[in-house]
């Protein structure tokens, strides 16, 4: 029995057209989302530009087996190679209802002796049981990324962050366990969550994960349409197709946590930091974006910077019909630029197959701007 309701092939196919594809290719990983809907109400929840805002009760477009055989047999996935997200642009992987979806979909990666990077990103309350259960775990790494802002205004974030702050603190507890955890600081928004205070407890918090990343706002159309439509205060005049972090807002970060070994910008090199490994984004050829990493983690990332050939990447592209136009327009020490990408999806899959960045000419990548948003920056230089 399905702990979670399964729907119709109807209920399905009624669905919007982004939320009936369970396996979708984002910037950290190939995630996973056959279980859709979430009660927590965080107003600018990316569910907003899936079309699934309204969905508050958790439902399943498929079996968990069905979901797990869907995504090791996707044309993007590489075993052992493509990091796999797991439920996070539809629901809450640790409610009630759907922590067996989450443990069985886990289970059965490891059961398969797939050791890619799994990520779970998480607000919710976790208990003592779940440190054991994930430490049966043998093959996949997991990491555990805790979402905490400190907003403490009901309309943006009704479930408090305390809970995740709690959560962090008991799963990073235990001296001996296999899995990982990250205080994942976001969103950060001038006049909201700012103040000194706020990053004082950001900065005590960080001292129980294994690792910190900061990130801001994913301020798309349809959210900053609900804030208006909530009387929510708009935090920026304009929206953006990457996450907003203003320059000055950053260097408080980092003057904040001036004392920390292990605060990235970047979730994979918070999650490849935390198990030992080379950022497998790539982003070593960004080096303004290393300027905060540990030594320990700068030279094992520049002892798996390889940088490809136009034959490398194009090699690679055969196997996908969508980059058939694909066209390299440069390669750099930094990244490889390209052309001809309808979509980002296939963009992430030569990322992760090269362990290299790759851009898109057409939204370039600025000089110390770290890919985000301009909103903020003064300086427009491309890289």
């Not at 642009?89 to 002796?113: M, S």
């Not at 900065?203 to 990130?215: E, G, M, R, W």
């Not at 349809?222 to 000055?248: C, F, H, L, S």
């Not at 946590?257 to 497998?280: E, I, M, N, Q, W």
Request: with cysteine; proline share 7%; charged share 25%.
């Amino acid at each position: 029995m399905m702990p979670v309701p399964l729907l119709t092939k109807d209920q399905i196919n009624r669905l919007p057209e982004r939320a009936r594809e369970v396996v979708e290719y984002r910037k950290s990983g190939l995630s996973l989302n056959h279980i859709q809907g979430c009660p927590l109400g965080c107003a600018y929840c990316i569910r907003h530009t899936y079309g699934l805002w309204d969905e508050n009760q958790p439902r399943a477009l498929m079996t968990d087996a069905a979901a797990v055989d869907e995504l090791v047999n996707h044309r993007y996935f590489q075993p052992h190679v493509t990091p796999i997200q797991l439920f996070n642009r539809a629901t809450e992987p640790f409610l009630p209802k759907v922590r067996p979806h989450t443990f069985a979909v886990l289970e059965d990666l490891d059961a398969r002796e797939l050791t890619n990077h799994v990520l779970v990103i998480s607000r919710h309350q976790m208990k003592p049981y779940d440190i054991e259960r994930l430490n049966q775990l043998r093959h996949v790494k997991v990491t555990l990324l805790f979402t905490y802002s400190g907003i403490d205004n009901p309309k943006i974030e009704p479930y408090p962050s305390q809970v995740a702050a709690d959560s962090l603190k008991l799963m990073s507890a235990p001296e001996l366990r296999k899995y990982r955890t990250v205080l994942y600081w976001r969103p950060l928004v001038p006049g909201l969550n700012d103040t000194d205070e706020h990053l004082d407890a950001a900065h005590s918090l960080s001292k129980h994960a294994d690792a910190t990343v900061f990130t801001g706002l994913f301020y798309r159309d349809q959210i900053a349409a609900y804030y208006k439509a909530n009387g929510i205060p708009e935090p920026y005049e304009d929206t953006a197709r990457r996450k907003i972090v203003p320059e000055t807002l950053e260097r408080r970060v980092l003057d904040a946590f001036s004392g920390s070994s292990a605060l990235f910008r970047k979730t994979s090199c918070a999650v490849s930091y935390a198990h030992g490994l080379p950022d497998y984004n790539g982003h070593y050829g960004i080096r303004e974006l290393c300027d905060i990493c540990p030594l320990s983690q700068l030279e094992v990332c520049a002892g798996a910077h390889r940088v490809p050939a136009r034959e490398d990447i194009h090699q690679i592209a055969r196997v996908l019909p969508e980059a058939d136009r694909l066209r390299v327009v440069d390669i750099t020490e930094r990244a490889a630029v390209v052309t001809g990408l309808a979509v980002e999806q296939p963009r992430y899959f030569l990322q992760h197959a090269l362990g290299f960045q790759v851009h898109d000419a057409r939204h370039p990548h600025h000089a110390n701007r770290h890919g985000r948003a301009d909103i903020g920056w003064k300086d427009k230089t491309s890289s």
